[in-house]
């Protein structure tokens, strides 16, 4: 990894940030002029590059825009002055990853100096990951098992029905189906059979003679001689007309038809892949869709996950999805933060592929700055996201362990002098109250009456460490609970919690909790 670069004419800040960072085990490498630091462009780069704005010679601006001409991928912080606050913000919209007003906070200042080296390798990992952007993205097993299929039936001109919900994909499948088969030289025509009227449906699949209805006045062909020699893919195939349905079990059982209105039949040498968002099992049971069309096209079944099965690949997605969007508008793409991404990544999102693109056309356009945060996104996301989570309503099936004076109050750092008499029959599940403002026991009683109780015990006993020890049993008690609810994340639950990286890695450390990881 290269050094991260810090330039600044102040030596003290130099020397803070460079001790911060190695702590951090990160290296450095320090310039007291932005001039010295152009230069230096000249036989190497950083990984980051922190700079102030106003130095002696050439400013800050100058070097990140120099930078930015020579290496865009680059992360550059602006630190500035509050003064120089309207020059920041300028900087910041002319391609500044972030910056930061002085006086700043330190471990602040570390932590947004790892968010920008890890964007700064994610962007290594995503070029060359989408230097040949491939049709379908997808790193999931499920997806995987998608892939695998598309390779097998590369060589076949089998009917393949496609199933799934809305947004995942369908068509995608479909061209790719196409791209890898023997046909893919050949015409591949879509047809969404839901969009269009049912007196149209039938044209537009068989086509038309001259005279055949009103309005007919030339033949016309229609999709299946379009495709000739190629594949035609019918989208929401559920949809279709009970009455046409004949007529395409027909065109798959002998691969003939009639125009609409002629008279001589038809040879089709087409590959038909069908797609649908419904069950049509159902469908046939209930006497809308034909049971011996249902067989002629389940003769292959891709079933595309929703990204509800696929979360990891929401961020692969979103930065693609980025990217292609800021081609389009001839913009640079935003970033999305961490926190921002793993917030996008936990929403349900039940447009699928197609809602999550939409949402990266939105950003582009409608979110301020480079970076995107959480509260950046849509207010209906975010209204959306206020419901408690998973896990996070209490009930009885999920009991929170309240001890009553005399028992072990938090967790396992007990107090020496606590008792389990009563234990049992006072350890209560609790819920939220209505206010919300505290958790109250089965009878009555808040956690802060328990814990005034068993800070009574404590002292009645001639403790002199009550506040060390409720205090750490606190601490430990409130990250715990935060590791949980984000899967041992520390970064994420320092986040919730409110607290610096630092600040949580240390208290780890010193309260011996287990099962932390770096996000």
Known sequence: MKPIWIVDDDESIRWVLEKALARENLVTRSFSNARDAMDALQTSTPQVLVSDIRMPGA????????????????PVIIITAFSDLDSAVAAFQGGAFEYLAKPFDLEKAVELIRRALEESLR??????????????????????????????LSQSHVTVLITGESGTGKELVARALHKHSPRASQPF?????????????????????????????????????????????????????????????????????????GHQSMKANVRVIAATHQNLETRVREGLFREDLYHRLN????????????????PILTRHFLSQSAKQLGVESKRVSDGAMRFISGLDLPGNVRQLENLCNWITVMAPGQT?????????????????????????????????????????????????????????????????????????????TLLEAEAATMLTSGDTDVMDVLGRQFESALIKIALKHTHGRKNDAAIRLGIGRNTITRKIQELGIAGAKDD
């Open 299 to 314: 003769v292959i079944r891709l079933r595309l996950p929703s990204l509800r099965e696929r979360r990891e690949d929401i």
């Open 372 to 448: 995107v945060e959480i509260k950046d996104l849509p207010q209906e996301l975010l209204e959306q996201n206020e419901r408690p989570l998973s896990g996070d309503t209490i009930s009885s099936s999920h009991p929170i362990n309240v001890a009553a004076p005399g028992s072990t109050a938090f967790d396992s750092h007990s107090s020496p002098h606590a008792t389990t008499a009563g234990h049992d029959e006072t350890r209560r599940s609790v819920e939220s109250s209505e206010a919300g403002s505290f958790m109250t026991g089965a009878d009555g009683r808040t956690w802060i």
């Open 189 to 261: 025509i879509a047809l969404n059979t839901a969009a269009i009227p049912k007196d149209l449906l039938e044209s537009e699949l068989f086509g038309h003679e001259r005279g055949a209805f009103t309005g007919a006045q030339a033949s016309r062909r229609g999709r299946f001689e379009q495709a000739e020699g190629g594949t035609l893919f019918l989208d929401e195939i559920g949809d279709m007309p009970f009455d046409l349905q004949t007529r395409l079990l027909r065109v798959l059982s002998d691969g003939h038809f009639y125009r609409v209105g």
């Open 59 to 74: 400013s800050g601006l100058e070097l990140l825009q120099t930078i930015k001409a020579q290496h865009p991928g680059i």
């Open 123 to 152: 962007e290594i990992n995503v070029e060359q990951a989408t230097a040949e952007t491939p049709e379908i993205l997808g790193q999931a097993p499920a997806m995987q098992d998608v892939f695998r299929a598309i390779g097998r």
